[in-house]
């Protein structure tokens, strides 16, 4: 019988992942059992190792790192056309999708579940958008997709340095800290985008706003709770708008997105779909977009739910 692949991404939690990946390692053996590890080199790598391991019979796969790296897993995964299981081994400085699973931040506990959890099918979206070099590109995310505001705030994160945070604490606070920090200063500096939405066969839909958040699952941002009420497996994403509230509001209501309450707010649409259409309402303006944490490329966009496509251990 093939071992249980683990994929670990040394570099994830600005490195700690790596150096801690003697003692990680030694929990897993003692809480889980056998597996091979395997270790990411470059941005990527996860997708291509996942996707070759499924492809050669391995049955469970599981993405020691961030939410980066779970969803570069998850895409091999769902690339490869076969039925392999995800599994979840949390570190980084995200925790998303381990959060939004019921995956524990302690190793030991994590560790249990990925022995005795149950396999539970969930939703994945597809997103088709332009990539750096003007062609069409697709792939697959777990929580949310994202334009406005939010990418902009995802690319300057990824500049920062943690050793600029005036204190040093848990890799999920520092994370948690760096993205709300950048959001207020790019709340501070951004103006609202101008786009055309279509979700599923409606009428297209002129808007201005801060941001346009496409969600199969609730969380984002280092814990942001952007839309409370998505469900792995309804078929559906929770298409949460925020207009453009200005620098003081979002200032202000900070602690609302935070946790779960902004959808009662005047300037937040939430509506379901199980397709949106995206583009720049000026044709030449790009619009840069986030998937997952990450910023593959720009609108236009189609985003597309994907039913009970992955097996997810989880509780």
């Not at 019979?57 to 961030?66: E, H, L, N, T, W």
Request: hydrophobic share 40%.
């Amino acid at each position: 019988m093939t071992l249980p692949l683990v994929i670990i991404n040394p570099a994830s939690a600005g490195g700690a992942t790596g150096d801690a990946w003697p003692a990680t390692a030694s929990d897993l053996r003692s809480h889980f059992g056998a597996f091979t590890p395997i270790f990411t080199k470059h941005a990527g790598e996860g997708t291509e190792l996942a996707a070759a391991a499924a492809r050669k019979g391995v049955k469970f796969i599981i993405a020691c790192g961030g939410d980066g790296t779970i969803s570069e897993v998850a895409n091999g995964i769902l690339v490869s056309g076969k039925d392999a299981e995800l599994g979840v081994l949390p570190s980084g400085t995200g925790g998303d999708f381990r959060k939004t699973i019921g995956i524990p931040r302690r190793l030991r506990d994590a560790a249990e579940i990925l022995r005795s959890g149950r396999s539970r099918r969930i939703d994945v979206g597809r997103v088709t958008f332009t990539n750096a070099v003007g062609e069409q590109e697709t792939r697959y995310f777990l929580g949310v997709a994202s334009f406005g505001m939010t990418a902009d705030v995802i690319e300057r994160v990824k500049q920062r340095n943690p050793e600029w945070l005036p204190f040093k604490g848990p890799q999920w606070l520092t994370g948690r800290l760096c993205f709300g920090l950048s959001m207020l200063q790019t709340a501070m500096q951004s103006k609202a985008t101008r786009v055309v939405v279509q979700p599923d066969d409606q009428p297209e839909q002129h808007m201005t706003l801060v941001a346009l958040c496409i969600a199969n699952a609730r969380y984002f941002g280092g814990g942001m709770k952007i839309a409370p009420d998505a469900k792995l497996n309804d078929g559906k994403f929770d298409v949460v708008s925020i207009g453009d509230l200005g620098a003081f509001k979002m200032f202000t209501n900070a602690p609302r997105l935070y946790l779960g309450a902004h959808l009662g707010m005047q300037q937040v649409g939430h509506a379901l779909a199980a397709k949106v259409l995206a583009r720049p309402a000026v044709k030449t303006e790009e619009i840069s977009i986030e998937v997952d944490g990450e910023l593959p490329g720009r609108l236009p966009a189609t985003f597309q739910i994907v039913p009970n496509a992955l097996q997810v251990r989880m509780r």
